[in-house]
């Protein structure tokens, strides 16, 4: 018993210094140039009409929104100097852009939830690619606000040029390796983005909602580039919808309004309208 118990120690021991040693690899990279796909998430206001206590509803929406595709060259965005096992990568600037796309169509299903005056909602949609998002908040006879957060999966398209540099483990008998190079044009990747906000409405009557909805949120959640590691953070993106709705017959909910969009790392800011239709049931 002694003798398997020490010959699956030292399988042990060897497979943990080797996961060790190869978890002490890294790849990381400067972006010299690239343009940068970003998916704008439609406006979400909550429910947007005054809903009766201890009650739930259901709602199948569709919003339409101007076909863009902006470009946006974002400023003061450095890469800073690799300077790691012994190996160099002088910082420098990079000299990037938000390619800014907001889809014409997207789809959503939310569910709401109102006790006496507390409201949580959740749903799920195509915008165009799939998205969750959640709420809570307070729902009254002229006021509804909460907070939210939002979720989304996208296949992201960029055109970059990159210098990268790794020091890669390549096994007992080698050790070691350094390697560096570069690559340039079209690459695609799966990204994860999301962001948090707020909701205000008031209600002059039951039916009509006035709405104001801030959202923040990173285009980019994670900091790389092509698989490599880069020392920069992509900005976030804050919009600002300011729009108004109305529930016709209890069940048909009609939006419009306009959202203001604003970057730290932009000049300037963006004007676009939204409008949507939905069903409540």
């Known amino acids: 018993m002694n003798k398997v118990f020490s010959t699956y120690a030292f399988i042990a021991s060897i497979a943990i210094c080797f996961i060790c040693l190869c978890s002490c690899s890294w790849q990381k990279a400067n972006v010299l140039e690239g343009t940068f796909d970003v998916y704008a998430p439609a406006p979400y206001t909550g429910a947007s009409?005054?809903?009766?206590?201890?009650?739930?509803?259901?709602?199948?929406s569709i919003q339409i929104r101007k076909?863009?595709?902006?470009?946006?060259?974002?400023?003061?965005?450095?890469?800073?100097d690799v300077n790691e096992d012994g190996v160099k990568l002088q910082g420098c600037n990079a000299n990037i852009a938000y390619r800014f796309k907001r889809f014409p169509v997207t789809g959503s299903f939310d569910y709401f939830s109102k006790n006496?005056?507390?409201?949580?909602?959740?749903?799920i949609g195509l915008d165009p690619y799939p998205f969750i998002r959640g709420a809570v908040g307070?729902?009254?006879?002229?006021?509804?606000?909460?907070?939210t957060a939002y979720l989304n999966v996208s296949m992201n398209t960029s055109n970059n040029k990159?210098?990268?540099?790794?020091?890669?483990y390549q096994g007992i008998a080698y050790g070691y390796?350094?390697?560096?190079?570069?690559q340039e044009g079209e690459y695609q990747e799966i990204k994860l983005h999301g962001g948090v906000g707020g909701f205000i409405n008031y209600f002059p009557i039951k039916e009509i909602a006035i709405s104001y909805a801030p959202f923040l949120y990173r285009p980019w959640w994670d900091d790389e580039v092509r698989d490599y590691e880069i020392s920069f953070r992509f900005p976030?993106?804050?919009?600002?919808y300011f729009g108004a709705s109305?529930?016709?017959a209890k069940h048909v909910q009609i939006s419009a309004g306009a959202t203001l969009y604003l970057s730290p790392a932009v000049k300037g800011s963006y004007w676009f309208f939204d409008s949507g239709i939905g069903f409540v049931f």
């Open 246 to 248: 109305i529930l016709i």
């Open 177 to 182: 390796e350094d390697y560096s190079g570069s």
């Open 116 to 123: 006496k005056i507390s409201l949580w909602g959740a749903g």
């Open 236 to 240: 976030f993106i804050f919009t600002q």
């Open 138 to 147: 307070v729902n009254s006879q002229h006021v509804e606000a909460g907070i």
């Open 67 to 80: 076909s863009d595709k902006e470009t946006w060259q974002l400023e003061d965005i450095e890469n800073e």
């Open 49 to 60: 009409f005054s809903m009766d206590e201890k009650s739930s509803a259901m709602r199948v």
């Open 162 to 168: 990159i210098e990268w540099v790794s020091h890669e």
